[in-house]
């Protein structure tokens, strides 16, 4: 039996992390069976239904796993609904988020082949104390906006449709019509 969404990640510090485990806990709640993976431990896609690409963008670069990721699993992903999202800007102001947006389709536009469903953008994270100098003089922030995540996590099973959707959509609860 395949696995309804492979949930896969790339992450630096962990904030990535955190929110690809929020994603896949929403989908979870959803009756969904998914798997949550780091993108660099996926070998094959087979047995997947659809996939959700989570990385983190950096000095104007989306993470390197997703970009190889992305390459090395091209032709599976052509096959196989597919959403993308990002954690970028510090702040959610309406230029940052466009600038990480436009950062995120630079990237995807390097496997023009592959066409998500669905892209979205999320703040990111500074921890200071996780970085290096001289990032690690930059005031500690998260603009991560949990109820946006959760919100596009719900949206995923209408977004990424055909068996997905179909799967989501099927409630043996829900009284059948009439003709």
Request: glycine content about 10%; charged content about 30%; aromatic content about 6%.
């Amino acid at each position: 039996m395949a696995i309804d969404v492979l949930v896969a990640y790339a992450t630096k510090h962990g904030s990535t992390e955190e929110v690809a485990e929020a994603v896949a806990e929403e989908l979870k709640g959803l009756g969904l069976e998914v798997e949550l993976r780091e993108l660099r431990k996926v070998r094959d896609l087979d047995g997947y239904r659809s996939v959700v690409i989570g990385a983190p963008l950096y000095m104007g670069r989306w993470h390197s796993d997703a970009r190889k990721f992305m390459k090395r699993h091209g032709k599976a992903l052509e096959e196989l609904p597919l959403a993308v999202f990002a954690l970028g800007p510090l702040k959610l102001t309406e230029e940052d988020v466009a600038g990480s947006r436009q950062q995120l389709d630079r990237a995807l536009a390097l496997v023009p082949e592959l066409r998500p469903a669905t892209v979205e953008v999320f703040g990111g994270v500074i921890d200071p104390a996780k970085l290096r100098f001289p990032f690690n003089r930059m005031p500690a922030g998260d603009a991560r906006d949990w109820d946006a995540i959760r919100a596009w996590a719900r949206s995923l099973p209408g977004e990424l449709g055909g068996a997905l959707g179909q799967r989501h959509g099927d409630r043996s609860d829900m009284p059948v019509p009439e003709d």
